[in-house]
């Protein structure tokens, strides 16, 4: 399930460019706060194993970049959340409703409306774009390292570590060839830069931004699509959209 958060500023207001630790923090105390009030007995089931989720980049309209932070000039911003978790989201939204607003890096925005984003049709071959991110890794003699966009193995990495997360939650036996990744010739060919580094927590992330194909199974591509993609999911990476 996927919904849009649309929230109100009133300028001149400023957050770091690096705020994607603040938004997991918000979005964890938003819900901590309703379901402690309201729901206790899932309020201790989510403080053993808080549900899987993923959140887009900030969209906001109207901005400017002045020594690592964001003045946000205009009255609106906005982001997606979305969890394979529906129960979650629900929550989420109820906690939004109750709370009126939204804190990032300690400042206040009021809630304008939250909105329910309809699935689009899944088929067995897609193109994406990414709404943040894409943060692949693996192991190198003992090590976590970067995946890059020209690693050779970059369609076995994604597919293995999605297929890994979806075999997890729902208990079945895919093999991870039941699905393939691909960057976007077209926009390779335009030579966009196809990578970003990103900061969080004062860790520095090489991270992966393009255009993408996926082909496979249809349950794995809506996997992907409402579970984000890649690692630190909950951080605000991997949250993709259909391009049409």
């Given at each position: 399930m996927r919904?849009?958060?649309?929230?109100?500023s009133q300028p001149p207001v400023s957050i770091p460019i690096e705020y994607n630790y603040d938004i997991y923090l918000g979005l964890r105390k938003l819900v901590f706060d309703f379901v402690g009030t309201h729901k206790p007995k899932l309020f201790?089931?989510?403080?053993?194993?808080?549900?899987?989720?993923?959140?887009?980049?900030?969209?906001?309209?109207?901005?400017?970049?002045?020594?690592?932070?964001?003045?946000?000039?205009?009255?609106?911003?906005?982001?997606?959340?979305?969890?394979?978790?529906?129960?979650?989201?629900e929550y989420l939204v109820k906690a939004f409703n109750h709370a009126g607003a939204f804190s990032v890096h300690n400042k206040t925005f009021k809630l304008k409306k939250i909105e329910v984003v309809?699935?689009?049709?899944?088929?067995?071959?897609?193109?994406?774009?990414?709404?943040?991110?894409?943060?692949?890794?693996?192991?190198?003699?003992?090590?976590?390292?970067?995946?890059?966009?020209?690693?050779?193995?970059?369609?076995?990495?994604?597919?293995?570590?999605?297929?890994?997360?979806?075999?997890?939650?729902?208990?079945?036996g895919y093999e991870s060839n039941r699905i393939k990744f691909a960057l976007d010739q077209d926009y390779l060919e335009r030579g966009k830069s196809l990578t970003r580094l990103l900061t969080i927590r004062n860790i520095n992330y090489k991270t992966i931004f393009s255009p993408f194909h996926l082909k496979g199974e249809t349950d794995l591509i809506k996997f992907a699509y409402t579970n984000g993609i890649g690692a630190k999911t909950n951080y605000g990476l991997g949250m993709i959209d259909v391009v049409n």
């Amino acid at each position: 399930m996927r919904i849009k958060i649309n929230l109100l500023s009133q300028p001149p207001v400023s957050i770091p460019i690096e705020y994607n630790y603040d938004i997991y923090l918000g979005l964890r105390k938003l819900v901590f706060d309703f379901v402690g009030t309201h729901k206790p007995k899932l309020f201790n089931k989510y403080k053993k194993t808080f549900p899987e989720f993923t959140f887009s980049q900030l969209m906001i309209p109207g901005r400017k970049i002045e020594y690592g932070f964001i003045e946000i000039t205009g009255a609106y911003l906005s982001f997606f959340v979305s969890s394979v978790d529906d129960t979650f989201v629900e929550y989420l939204v109820k906690a939004f409703n109750h709370a009126g607003a939204f804190s990032v890096h300690n400042k206040t925005f009021k809630l304008k409306k939250i909105e329910v984003v309809e699935d689009p049709g899944f088929s067995p071959e897609m193109k994406f774009r990414m709404l943040s991110p894409l943060l692949l890794l693996k192991k190198v003699k003992g090590k976590a390292v970067f995946v890059r966009p020209e690693d050779s193995d970059l369609d076995d990495i994604f597919s293995r570590q999605l297929v890994g997360k979806y075999n997890t939650l729902y208990g079945t036996g895919y093999e991870s060839n039941r699905i393939k990744f691909a960057l976007d010739q077209d926009y390779l060919e335009r030579g966009k830069s196809l990578t970003r580094l990103l900061t969080i927590r004062n860790i520095n992330y090489k991270t992966i931004f393009s255009p993408f194909h996926l082909k496979g199974e249809t349950d794995l591509i809506k996997f992907a699509y409402t579970n984000g993609i890649g690692a630190k999911t909950n951080y605000g990476l991997g949250m993709i959209d259909v391009v049409n």
